[in-house]
Each structure stands twice: as C-alpha cells, then as structure tokens.
C-alpha cells in the first residue's frame, strides 16, 4: 500500500483515510461522521453547488472528490438540496470549511455530514489523487474516519459489488405517484418517470406552466402515459443497462407519445431506440463541460454528472440523430429520433449552481412536444 500524506505544513493528527481499490491510501484528517464507507470514487469539477452535489441521487453510493481547493466557504441551508435527503457515500476536499460565512448560511458543511452520516476526509493532495483518478480511472474505494487500518478497509473494497450492473435508480425512486404542479389551464400534461430525479427539474417545469405528475421508475408504462401529452424520464444513479425490466417498459412508451430524458433518461432512451450504453472511464461530473448544438454550432457550458454513455454508433445506425457533442471527448449529449419521437440530452440544464446556458432547453423540450405531436 503506498501512502499519501501531506507536508508537515499542514500536519495534523490523522484521523481519515481513502484507501482505493489499486492500493493507493490518502491520509488526512477526519470531518463529518465518524464511519466507514465504500463505494464508486469519482470527482467533481465545479467551484460551487456542493449542497447540490452532496443531494443529487445521482451520486448514490459514491465517494465525491472535489477539485475546488476550498469546499464549505458558504455553509448549507434548506434551499438548496436537490433531495430529502444526502446521497453521496462519502465526501473528499483539499480543505473543509468549519466557519461559513454567507447570509444564507444556516450550519457549517461539517455538522450537515455528520446529521446524515456521511464521513468526509480533508487536508490529503486532492490534486494528486484526481490526475490518479483521470489516468486509471473511476474506482472502488473506502473512507473511513474510525479505522485507519488498511487490510479491513480493502477487505470491505473488494466485497463492494461496483457500478456496473446496479439497478440503483429504481432504490432511490419514489414509490408512489403525485401531482408536483397543477399548470395553467389547458396547460400540457407531462408524466415525470423518477429515476433518482433533482428537485430543480421539477421547478423548472413547473415555472413552464405545465402540469407535473411524477411516477416511480417501476411503475408500468401504461401508468406513465395515462393522461400524458409526453413521458419525461429523469436522471439517476447505476448503470442503465441493468435496468432490464425498466427499459421494457420505457420501449412500450417510445412511439405512442412524445418522450423527453435528461443523463439517465438520455441512457435509457437510447437503449429504448435500438442504441447501445457503456461506461465511460471516470465519468463527466462538474459545471464547466462545453457542448456543441450540432444544428446551431453555438457552445453552451454546462453541468454534468454521469458514469455512462450513449454509442454513437449504434445511435446512428438506430436512425437517431447526435444534436449535441461534448468538445472534451466528443461522446453524445444530446440526441434526437423524430420517427420515434424521442429528444434527450445527456447534461444537466437544471444546474441550479450554474451555469445556465442550456436553461432554454425545458422550453425546447416542449416546443419539440408540440413540433411531434402535429406532424
């Protein structure tokens, strides 16, 4: 096992440690919970929303690195999550804040994990460890704020299933079904599918007016297009491939009404039209991701968060249509099968953090809702 420590600079006593599945350990100093935790080791590149990020379900059983050297400057509050509840396995900084400073704060970052359990480790070369991560990839790996020692913590590593093959957006789904938003009279009728979904796409449909009913991901596909001018599926943690039962259903749906998907519902759509889904090396998770509109060529920055992909290839051979690129590595974010009548994006323009570039797209959603329904 090779250690990581800082220098004597920051020394302070060690109390956390991230062990990763390859051996490598980073020592540091304990914050939030005091536990253990393992899971999918994955990093984030914005500056802000980390109470967004702490509460997406999209990071269930992950353990967030984030690249900003300073993370907790402005406290959390009851405003900003993105779920009930903390969603990450564990949480990795340069440097926590313990003294918030923001009007709107309402507690320090450090109280906030410990409410929820979630154990966090600072002070380690987070610069050091993301390079490690972008050269090897995502990886298994434990946090720990109560046991330093490194044979246990890799004993409960390898008996961690991974990612790959984890039906988990249909454990953090709802289980019933609500009216979120009643809309404007005559307003269109979109069936939200809850895959793991942020509060904020709710918010933003709302605010188009329209009326929003939102479904558990296991509920069938005639429960999802009851009554529905479109079925919008939402993002959501695991790998989308696994969700063999769920994507039965989302096939029942593809063609009858107009569907709509964000990240997950992006995988699961393609996986719907005939394309195919991989996993992607560490993953696109930050707010600073730069997309092309194939259509207009005008770039957007944009907020991302996903583990896997679309193929473009089997997207195209499908009859789909690539409407958006990622200039970082050229994978799909965005696509488009009229026949189908099917329009996804594989990033986030609900980012309530920023950037808002793509915010538009909700009434883009909508209007290609009208352009399918009519033609």
């Keep these: 096992t090779e250690i990581y420590t800082l220098s004597l600079h920051d020394a302070l006593p060690i109390c956390g440690i991230l062990l990763l599945e390859d051996g490598r350990a980073f020592e540091g100093s304990g914050f939030g919970a005091v536990g253990t935790r393992v899971g999918e080791l994955v990093f984030n590149t914005s500056m802000t929303g980390y109470q967004e990020v702490l509460t997406d ?157 939102v479904h558990p991901i296991t509920a069938s596909a005639e429960t999802w297009m009851a009554g529905a001018d479109a079925v919008f599926f939402s993002n959501g943690p695991g790998d989308p491939a696994a969700l063999s039962s769920v994507l039965e259903e989302v096939k029942k749906v593809v063609g009858r009404v107009p569907t709509l998907g964000i990240c997950l519902g992006c995988q699961l759509l393609g996986l719907a039209v005939g394309a195919d889904t991989y996993k992607l090396k560490f993953g696109h998770r930050g707010g600073n991701h730069p997309v092309r509109d194939e259509a207009t060529k005008r770039i957007a920055i944009t907020s991302q968060n996903h583990g896997f992909a679309v193929d473009r290839d089997s997207l195209v051979a499908a009859g789909a249509v690539v409407t958006h690129v990622n200039l970082n590595d050229h994978t799909v974010s965005g696509f488009k099968h009229l026949g189908k009548r099917v329009m996804a994006v594989q990033y986030h323009p609900e980012a309530s953090p920023g950037p808002h570039d793509s915010a538009p797209l909700f009434g883009e959603f909508l209007a290609f809702v009208d352009d399918v329904t009519n033609a």
């Excluded at 690249?67 to 779920?83: F, I, L, M, R, W």
């Excluded at 313990?98 to 704060?105: G, V």
């Excluded at 789904?173 to 009216?179: A, Y």
Aim: aromatic share 6%.
């Design 57 to 213: 379900p999209s990071y269930t059983e992950q353990v967030v690195v984030m690249t900003a050297a300073h993370v907790g400057n402005y406290g959390v509050n009851k405003d900003d999550p993105e779920s009930d509840d903390v969603q990450v396995a564990g949480f990795v900084a340069r440097r926590f804040t313990t003294k918030p400073s923001s009007w709107r704060s309402e507690q320090g970052l450090g109280d906030y994990l410990a409410d929820h359990g979630i154990p966090a480790v600072h002070r380690i070369d987070t610069r050091a460890l993301v390079r490690h991560l972008r050269s090897a990839g995502a990886m298994r790996c434990a946090i720990s704020t109560e046991d330093l020692s490194t044979d246990a913590l890799m004993a409960k590593i390898r008996a961690w299933p991974g990612m790959v093959g984890r039906d988990l957006a249909t454990e953090v789904s709802r289980t019933d079904s609500i009216v979120f938003a009643e809309g404007k009279p005559g307003a269109k009728r979109i069936s939200v599918v809850d895959g793991g979904i942020k509060t904020n796409i709710l918010r933003l449909l709302e605010m188009e007016g329209v009326h929003v009913t």
